[in-house]
């Protein structure tokens, strides 16, 4: 089963606008990790945030954790049409437990 | 520093035939996933393994799927007999230990199963 559960599944903006997409899980974790992928392709890496932490920034990506709710948000600002894509949160529980991905949220940047 | 490599990028098969990927990992990186990623979905761990041992196949199909990484380095997932239900993305990625380390990713295999 999933542990992520991304939300919306689907968000469509306007250039230059910025995106939320929120994720929540249910069991505790070591780390809570997004990807992003483009149609067709594999996923990238974007962003790690620890258990211990409470926001990280990384470019125009911020990403906030919230332990006590298993809740997570990546923030992209200044939307461009190039991420156009889907984003995916995916929890580790401790050690070496496997990666576990919610569905996804559908980005769609329109130019 | 190169990226994780898979081969073929696209394969379509029948149902009942078999079929192999290949991954080849992050030089150093000693930890190796295969995930299973259906249209619309996230992807699904399929095997991990460290090194050349497997750490967890709790969810790979073994009446039909098996998985190998005989060196630590490369590895193979194999299908047979594939089923309709089979036709995903085959992705592989690699960490340089644990799964607590940022994943790197290959392009994927996508597998169509008529």
């Known amino acids: 089963s999933q542990q992520g559960e991304e939300d919306p599944q689907a968000l469509s903006i306007q250039e230059g606008e910025n995106a939320t997409m929120n994720c929540s899980y249910k069991t505790s974790i070591n780390n809570l990790q997004w990807y992003r992928q483009n149609s067709g392709r594999g996923l990238v890496h974007l962003i790690l945030i620890r258990s211990n932490e409470r926001e990280k920034h990384s470019g125009r990506l911020r990403v906030t954790l919230d332990t006590s709710k298993k809740s997570s948000s990546l923030l992209i600002t200044a939307s461009r049409a190039a991420d156009t894509a889907s984003y995916f949160c995916a929890t580790v529980s401790s050690g070496n437990t496997p990666l576990v991905f919610g569905k996804g949220t559908r980005l769609s940047v329109i130019a | 520093e190169a990226g994780v490599a898979q081969s073929p990028r696209y394969k379509i098969i029948e149902k009942r035939q078999s079929v192999a990927f290949w991954c080849n990992p992050i030089s150093g990186h000693a930890t190796l996933y295969w995930y299973q990623q259906i249209l619309g979905q996230g992807p699904k761990l399929l095997i991990q393994?460290?090194?050349?041992?497997?750490?967890?196949d709790s969810q790979l199909p073994k009446d039909r799927f098996s998985a190998e990484r005989l060196k630590g380095v490369d590895s193979t997932l194999k299908i047979q007999p594939a089923k309709l239900e089979d036709s995903a993305v085959y992705l592989c990625?690699?960490?340089?230990?644990?799964?607590?380390?940022?994943?790197?990713f290959g392009p994927g295999t996508r597998l169509t199963v008529l």
């Open positions: 990625a690699s960490t340089r230990l644990e799964s607590t380390d940022t994943q790197y």
């Open positions: 393994f460290q090194n050349n041992g497997v750490v967890d």
